[in-house]
């Protein structure tokens, strides 16, 4: 995925300035403080948030990014439209005009991958948490995207159900970028980007960007 | 209509429906309890403007006509709308118009005052407007003495348009709906 | 969760279609409001008490669709009595009731779930400006939003009991307010970026 000189402007403010990135890792990882402009980053790779000037271009894909990246939210509360879990993986599947008979066995087989085929029938509210962001996930790998962007997706989840998420993760054919403030999780990533004050602060392996991170917030929160 | 209104006007019928289990206030001296449904009716307008807010009303409305149990003292059914107070229902989306298209009027320069006037003229105003004559179609009794029948729930109502207002008024400061263009 | 009203049977009354039903339930009511007389308030009263035996429920649930008018139903028939006579307000008050009775009759021999399957099915022969798509997700919301308030409920109850304030109604519905606002531009984003339209 190659980004062009992409900014955003909101206003009169300015979020990002002029990125300019060739993506092609399969896990790559962004970190920032609150307010340094990573969520609207995050939010270009699927078009939720339109660049103010500048082009986001994937190989192959044309202009409907939305068709081929995945959004994973933080709270899957906010994610899960449906009352019952199965209803809710059809949601994305009607937009796009599939059979029954397919939709049907998209959701058969991501109940199968993610080991949750026992939540078919439930109803989402009664979910734990960690069922909850599995079925959010599973809404949509049933899209089949070619690249999936997570916002934080661990922030809300206890430490088994983390370590569960991992596990689904690092088990992910697709790409994944992701937003985290969990810098132990991101240890195990190919890049990392350090966005700050709307601009790529540091970009380069995770031994190389993430130290030098916690360095420097520590030296901020000391003053 | 964008994504995010549609939003909107479920998660209110949503919040609606939900103060139907709050606690009821009894203020001394009156009879009748105060239940909040009413309340969410008069924040439906008054956060969400005219349109959307009446909307998501008539969207309670409809899951309460199907069937369920969404009204205070867990009433729903078709019951609700032919009983004595149905003309009442029929004030609630009114209402919620009517204060939702005041706020939108004087949004620019809306205060806790303003607000609570504007609460009383939609949720009191022309709630009984609509809900008084009903109850003297279905019952058969003069306007006057229906009106008698209902004045116990004015201070509830009053109670709720100074609760309604304040919430308006932290919500123009801190979440914008209406101000947003629409 | 949310339940309806249903109250499950095997009855005629339970197989009609949900529009006929409809239909019956507002030709019963002008009947009963057009000729105004005792004759058939009487004739209106055995036609329910008939319904209700036939769909097999019991004279608790006659009792259940009355109650919550019971209060203005008591005011109401002694505003009757008081206005014009004894004969007058019973007819006025029992009229009332067969009404509620016969639209609760409706209502318990439906589920939610036929009611939603009509509305959608009237909706995909609506005429082209409707957005139905949009109906058809607001209602869906709804269902599913409805649990998730009333559990953001519980937790701002609990933290103002905690604060010895949970009898204050501002109190309450304040931060649920806000929370509701808060969520609301993650979900519409989170339903764009699943749908493709």
Sequence with gaps: MIFDRVCVTKGSRRILSEISLSLTEKRIGVIGENGSGKSTFLRLFNGLQKPTSGTIRAEGWGDDLRRHVGFVFQNPDNQIVYPMVEEDLAFGLKSRKLSKAEIQTRIDEVLETLSIAHLRARLTHQLSGGEKQMVALAGVLVTRPDLIVFDEPTTLLDLPNKLRFMDMLAALPQPAVMVSHDLELLMGFDRILHIEGGTVFADGTPSEVIPAYRDRCLARAKG | ?182 | MLSDLYIPGASALHRMRPAWKLALLFLYCTALFVVSHSLMLGLGLLLIALGYGIAGLRPRHAFDAVRPALYVLVIIFAAQLWLEDLAMAAFVTLRLIALLMAAALVTYTTKASEFTDGILALLSRAPKWLPKDKIALAISLVWRFIPMIRDQFEEVREAQRARGIERSLLALVAPLVVRVLKSADEIAEAIEARSLD
């Design chain 2, 1 to 182: 209509m964008t994504t995010r209104d549609i939003v909107l006007i479920a998660l209110f019928a949503a919040l609606t429906a939900v103060m139907a289990v709050f606690p009821p206030v009894t203020l001394p001296l009156l009879p009748v309890p105060i239940t909040a449904q009413s309340l969410g009716i008069m924040l439906a307008g008054g956060i969400l403007g005219a349109k959307r807010g009446a909307l998501s009303i008539i969207l309670l409305l409809v899951l309460v006509a199907i069937g369920l149990p969404l009204l205070s003292g867990g009433r729903g059914g078709l019951s609700v709308f032919f009983g004595p107070t149905a003309g009442f229902l029929a004030g609630w989306v009114a209402a919620a118009f009517t204060i939702g298209w005041m706020t939108e009027k004087f949004w620019d320069g809306l205060s806790f005052v303003s607000a609570t006037l504007i609460c009383v003229a939609g949720g009191i105003v022309v709630m009984y407007a609509l809900g008084i004559p009903g109850i003297s179609l279905m019952a058969d009794v003069p306007l006057s003495k229906a009106f008698m029948g209902s004045v116990t729930f004015i201070p509830g109502d009053i109670v709720k348009a100074l609760i309604a207002a304040a919430v308006m008024v932290t919500v123009k400061k801190s979440y914008p709906i209406i101000g947003q263009a629409a």
